[in-house]
C-alpha cells in the first residue's frame, strides 16, 4: 500500500481551491491533569522547544517533569477556562472565521480556512487534511506568531512540512514567518492601548512583555530577541512615549539556565518596590489571550506588583478578535497571496452575463460557420 495520501475520487475537472491554514500553540482538551500530561508530552518534547540531547531530556521530561507539572498546570488552566472552553482556542476559531468573511469578498475565487494547533487539537495534519478533502491545491500557513522564533514558527514549518511529505499531490506553498513591524500591527497594538487608556486611565509606567525563550537561542542565530525589541520600540515611537517611560521585558520563563532579560516578574517587582503605584502591560507577542497573558500576568504578577508595593497592575488584553486587528490579518494573507489567480478582480453578475452570452455567441458562430461549409 502507498505512503502517500491520494486525493479521494479525483477527477481532472475538479475546482482547484485556495486554503488558508491560521496556526497557533495550542491547548489542552481539558484543564485536568490527563489532559495536560499529553499536551506537554507533545510541547515539550518538540526539539525545536528544548534543545538538549534527547536521551538526557527524556529521562527528565519523563522522571520529572511530567510527573509533577501537569497538576500545577491543570489548577492554572482552571483558573482562566471559560464555559467555551480554553480561551485561546475559542479566540483562535473566530479569528480564523473572522479572516475568512474578510477575504471572501475581496477574492476571485473560493477560498478555505481551517485552524490547526501546533500541539494538542485541533491538530496541524488535522487542518491540512481538512483542506486536502476540500481540494485546495494552493496553501498559505498564517502562524499567528508576529515575532520569528526557531521555537514557534520555524516548529510550525516542521510540523506542516512533516504532513504534507505524506501527500502525493503537494499544493503550491506559500508560509508567513513573521509580521513584528508590519505598519497595520503596530496600528492596531497602539490603537488597543490608547483605548484602554481611555477608559481605565493611564499608569505610571508601560511594560512590553513578549514571552522568553533561553538566552542560548539569541546566541545561536534566533532572530525573536531583536524583532521583540523592534516591535516594542515601533509602539512606542507611535504613542510618543518618552524614554524610560516604557520598558520590554520576557516572560514565561522555565528551569535553570538564563532565559532573555529582563524578567518580567522581576521588573513588576522592582516597579513595586520603586514606589510607582500603577503600571500598565501588554503582551505584543501574542495574538490572542491564553494561560501567559490571563494568569500569568494578569493575575500573577499582579499579585507580585502588590507585593512589591504597588496597587494596580493593568492588563492591556491581547488583539484578539478586534476589527483592526482582524482586518491587518485580511491586508497580511492578501499581501502574501500576490499572483495566485484568486487575488485577481472578482467579476460582478453583469459581468459574468456578459461573458457567457460573448462565449454563447461566438459558439453560435462557429457552429453556423461551420454548418454554412458543410452545406456549401
Not at 511529505?165 to 497594538?189: K, N, Q, S, T
Not at 453578475?349 to 456578459?354: K, T, Y
Request: with cysteine; net charge negative.
Amino acid at each position: 500500500m502507498s505512503r502517500y495520501l491520494g486525493t479521494p475520487q479525483y477527477s481532472h475537472g475538479s475546482t482547484e481551491k485556495l486554503g488558508i491554514l491560521v496556526t497557533n500553540l495550542g491547548t489542552p482538551d481539558a484543564p485536568e491533569t490527563g489532559p495536560l500530561r499529553r499536551y506537554l508530552r507533545e510541547f515539550l518534547w518538540d526539539p525545536r522547544v528544548v534543545e538538549a540531547p534527547r536521551p538526557l531530556w527524556w529521562l527528565i521530561l519523563n522522571g520529572v517533569i511530567l510527573r509533577t507539572r501537569p497538576s500545577r498546570s491543570a489548577e492554572a488552566y482552571r483558573a482562566v477556562w471559560t464555559d467555551a472552553g480554553s480561551p485561546l482556542l475559542t479566540c483562535a476559531r473566530d479569528q480564523a472565521a473572522g479572516l475568512k468573511a474578510r477575504l471572501a469578498p475581496r477574492l476571485s475565487g473560493p477560498v478555505e480556512v481551517a485552524l490547526g494547533m501546533r500541539y494538542g487539537n485541533p491538530s496541524i495534519p488535522s487542518a491540512l487534511r481538512q483542506l486536502h478533502a476540500l481540494n485546495v491545491t494552493r496553501l498559505l500557513v498564517l502562524p499567528l506568531y508576529p515575532q520569528y522564533s526557531a521555537s514557534t514558527v520555524g516548529s510550525t514549518f516542521d510540523a506542516v512540512g512533516a504532513e504534507l511529505m505524506r501527500w502525493r499531490w503537494v499544493p503550491d506553498f506559500r508560509f508567513v514567518a513573521r509580521y513584528h513591524d508590519e505598519p497595520g500591527y503596530i496600528a492596531a497594538l497602539a490603537a488597543s492601548i490608547r483605548e484602554h487608556w481611555a477608559q481605565h486611565g493611564r499608569g505610571e509606567h508601560l511594560l512590553m512583555s513578549f514571552h522568553g525563550v533561553p538566552r542560548r537561542y539569541l546566541d545561536a542565530g534566533d532572530p525573536y530577541h531583536c524583532q521583540c525589541h523592534k516591535t516594542a520600540r515601533l509602539v512606542a515611537e507611535q504613542l510618543g512615549l518618552e524614554d524610560g517611560s516604557w520598558t520590554t521585558t520576557f516572560q514565561s520563563r522555565f528551569g535553570r539556565e538564563e532565559w532573555l532579560k529582563p524578567y518580567t516578574d522581576e521588573t513588576v517587582k522592582a516597579l513595586g518596590r520603586k514606589g510607582l503605584k500603577r503600571i500598565d502591560v501588554i503582551c505584543p507577542g501574542f495574538s490572542a489571550d491564553c494561560l501567559e497573558t490571563i494568569e500569568e500576568i494578569a493575575q500573577e504578577n499582579a499579585d507580585f506588583f502588590h507585593e512589591a508595593g504597588g496597587e494596580t497592575l493593568s492588563y492591556i488584553p491581547c488583539l484578539n478578535i478586534r476589527d483592526d486587528h482582524l482586518d491587518f490579518l485580511a491586508e497580511l494573507t492578501l499581501q502574501h497571496l500576490q499572483g495566485w489567480p484568486e487575488t485577481g478582480p472578482a467579476p460582478d453578475a453583469e459581468q459574468l452575463r456578459a461573458e457567457s452570452a460573448a462565449r454563447n455567441s461566438r459558439a453560435e458562430k462557429m457552429i453556423a460557420a461551420r454548418e454554412a461549409g458543410e452545406l456549401g
